[in-house]
């Protein structure tokens, strides 16, 4: 079956950084994306990976390696602002977005 | 970015009582919606799939005739929960991609919709 695997919940200091990991195993991989979503929001776009390496966008980066079905979402320069949930989705063969449950980033002054 | 424009946001309804959620791209043209269901905690249930112009194409475990799906033009897509009843009680979100074609497209999402069944 297609799994996507991340933490369910993380706690960091305001101004530190912190490393979000997510593993998936899916049919066919066309691309993995990390959305940010606040309580009682939709999520919203952070970032896109389809090829192996580091995407670096502001404060927050995103990682890929395909042969070992492993990503990251590393934020930098926490900001209060930042506690949500980020959520992986892997776009499989069918181009079709499957979701892991979410990681609950909780900010502490 | 591109705006997806999901109604209402809240809605309480009476069980036994049917409610629909319309979802609208507001800038772009949509052929595929896709409506997503989510609990507590939990990650994103895809449900189904809309296809303008033609019958939406469900998850499997969803019931097609209580959650119906219309997608009369390229911007509207609506969901409509017949019969409620608590446990439909959820988050539900739609979905679309701006170019359908690219495969690195972000999909956008609509402000949710959360119903509450009494």
């Known amino acids: 079956g297609q799994n996507i695997d991340q933490p369910t919940e993380m706690t960091a200091t305001e101004g530190a950084i912190v490393q979000i990991n997510c593993t998936y195993q899916?049919?066919?991989?066309?691309?993995l994306f990390w959305y940010q979503q606040h309580a009682g929001e939709a999520p919203t776009f952070l970032s896109y990976?389809?090829l192996d390496g580091l995407e670096e966008k502001g404060r927050f980066s995103s990682f890929l390696s395909r042969s070992k079905g492993y990503s990251y979402l590393l934020l930098k320069e926490l900001q209060m602002k930042d506690s949500a949930s980020y959520l992986c989705?892997?776009?499989?063969?069918?181009?079709?977005?499957?979701w892991g449950a979410g990681t609950k980033l909780i900010i502490k002054p | 970015g591109a705006v997806v424009s999901q109604h209402p946001s809240r809605v309480i309804c009476k069980s036994g009582t049917s409610v629909k959620i319309e979802c609208r791209s507001l800038?772009?043209?949509?052929?595929?919606m896709f409506w997503y269901r989510q609990f507590p905690k939990k990650s994103l249930m895809l449900m189904a799939t809309?296809?303008?112009?033609?019958?939406?194409?469900?998850e499997q475990g969803v019931e097609k005739d209580k959650f119906l799906i219309n997608h009369a033009s390229l911007t509207l897509s609506t969901l409509t929960v017949t019969s409620a009843h608590p446990e439909d009680s959820s988050f539900y979100i739609c979905?679309?991609?701006?170019?359908?074609?690219?495969?690195?497209?972000?999909?956008?999402f609509g402000q949710g919709t959360r119903l509450t069944v009494v």
């Open positions: 989705a892997v776009s499989d063969s069918n181009y079709q977005l499957i």
């Open positions: 979905s679309a991609r701006k170019d359908e074609n690219k495969l690195d497209t972000e999909a956008f």
């Open positions: 990976n389809v």
């Open positions: 809309s296809n303008e112009g033609s019958k939406a194409t469900y």
């Open positions: 899916t049919s066919g991989f066309n691309g």
């Open positions: 800038d772009f043209q949509a052929t595929t």
